[in-house]
């Protein structure tokens, strides 16, 4: 058989950091041991699984892999997805607590999973603020209140993303629905950013010719946020175009008048 | 099935031996509203003999659905929130799983339970055969914005249930100082 003398491809990334899967470890032993009804426990409730069993439930729920992918044999229980869970982690970043300012240094930080998930996530000085769903959804909605796309409303009658005031709020309570947003400032301030437990950070002000919009992407449970480098002078169509942004035709949808 | 008041408590693996598997269900109303409305969320938390959670990575909800030991686990079918529990996973170390429901604190507003109304937790079995209930007492608690709604416990081999029905005003920042954790 040739060898295969051709240099390491240092420039595949994916490659060099893939891990390779980690045996699944077995499962734990019960702790809890079986033993007769003592007749000296205290009277309770008077509890009883004697009687005859109704329909079964489903089987434990199978939480989402955070990959979608799995390489277990069997069904992903909760166990199982908790031992594949190292493996599915995305690669180490900063957190908000580590940046003061995203930017040139530090383009990106990651929120764990309780900063993406309680109340809301806070974006002073944007002047649009542009989202899609889980379901690519997607729509924008500027400071002064022109919108434009699909908006997308949550069960507590909020928008996913959109204006309080001056504020863009993103409702962290649904935030398994968003799937990514984009926020741009206009003028010279830069945007800063607050989440539930006070915790802030702002983006670079660029220069005359660039400035920084804040991209938030959700991976799994986690928010990532990034400052990413725009042309000043371009316009929110060029800017939503040059990160994949297609907005989607909104149909109102009303009710059928009764005869 | 038995209903409980706040402060009692149910054994639940004594009177149901081999009892290993549990579904702890919740379920409110919430009084319509055009505008902004309260969204609650439950929040099972491990905690250790001394009342602390064992870490950020022990607690369960909605977007943190497994513990890392893969004995609790939350689920979501839109109409009905559950935490399941298996009771053989629990690591001996957890001495109480408290289960507590807070209002989202979005900041535009509606952050109490003043217009929840009829809110419950249930233990049952995983097949769904109900073991105990406890409605949590209205009114009271109209103002707070945490609610524990009951806790599951060792005494001694055995598992217990209690019914608490206690509130915060603190909020999360309130259950984050009292359990030792990071919201």
């Known amino acids: 058989m040739a060898l295969n003398t051709s240099p390491v491809r240092s420039d595949v990334g994916f490659l060099r950091r893939r891990v390779k899967p980690a045996p699944t470890p077995e499962p734990a032993t019960p702790a809890v041991t079986e033993d007769e009804p003592s007749a000296t426990r205290p009277p309770t409730a008077g509890l009883s699984l004697a009687p005859a069993r109704t329909a079964p439930r489903p089987a434990t729920p199978t939480p989402p892999s955070a990959s979608g992918l799995s390489l277990s044999p069997g069904p992903a229980t909760p166990a199982a997805t908790a031992a594949v869970r190292p493996e599915s982690r995305p690669f180490p970043a900063p957190t908000i607590d580590d940046v003061r300012e995203l930017g040139e240094t530090d383009p990106v930080l990651r929120l ?75 003028g010279a301030h830069p945007l800063g950013v607050q989440i539930f437990d006070g915790s802030t950070v702002t983006t670079a002000p660029g220069d005359d010719s660039r400035m920084f919009v804040l991209y938030i992407l959700r ?4 928010l ?22 297609t907005l989607t035709p909104y149909v109102s949808t009303r009710e059928t008048r009764s005869r | 099935m038995s209903a409980l008041i706040p402060g009692a408590n149910a054994a639940l693996t004594a009177e149901n031996p081999g009892l290993t598997e549990l579904l702890i269900g919740f379920g409110w109303e919430i009084i319509p509203s055009r505008g902004p409305q309260a969204e609650l ?16 990575d022990h607690l369960v909800f909605f977007n943190q659905i497994v513990s890392q030991d893969g004995s609790v686990a939350f689920h979501d079918d839109r109409d ?57 007492p209205a009114g009271e608690h109209r103002s707070d914005d945490v609610l524990m709604f009951g806790e599951l416990y060792r005494h001694r081999d055995d598992w217990k249930f209690r019914a608490l029905g206690q509130g915060y005003s603190t909020g999360l920042r309130g259950v984050a100082a009292d359990f030792g954790i990071d919201l």
């Open chain 1, 112 to 186: 764990n999973a309780r900063e993406s998930a309680v109340g809301s996530l806070i974006v002073s000085g944007a002047a649009t603020a542009v989202w899609e769903d889980a379901d690519r959804v997607t729509g924008s909605i500027t400071a002064g209140g022109e919108t434009a796309g699909t908006p997308v409303l949550t069960r507590g009658n909020r928008p996913l993303l959109g204006f309080d005031e001056a504020d863009a709020i993103v409702t962290l309570r649904h935030v398994r629905e968003l799937g990514r947003a984009l926020l741009i400032p206009r």
């Open chain 1, 219 to 222: 991976i799994d449970n986690l």
């Open chain 1, 224 to 245: 990532e946020l990034r400052a990413e480098p725009v042309d000043r002078t371009a316009s929110d169509a060029t800017i939503l175009a040059q990160f994949g942004f």
């Open chain 2, 80 to 136: 009905a929130e559950e935490i399941d529990v298996d009771l053989a996973r629990v690591p001996a170390e957890v001495a109480k799983i408290v289960f507590v429901v807070y209002v989202d604190p979005d900041i535009r507003g509606v952050g109490d339970f003043s217009s929840v109304r009829s809110s419950y937790v249930r233990v049952a079995t995983r097949d769904n055969r109900e073991l105990v209930r406890f409605d949590v």
């Open chain 2, 41 to 56: 969320v439950p929040l099972a938390i491990l905690c250790d003999a001394h009342g602390k959670s064992l870490s950020n």
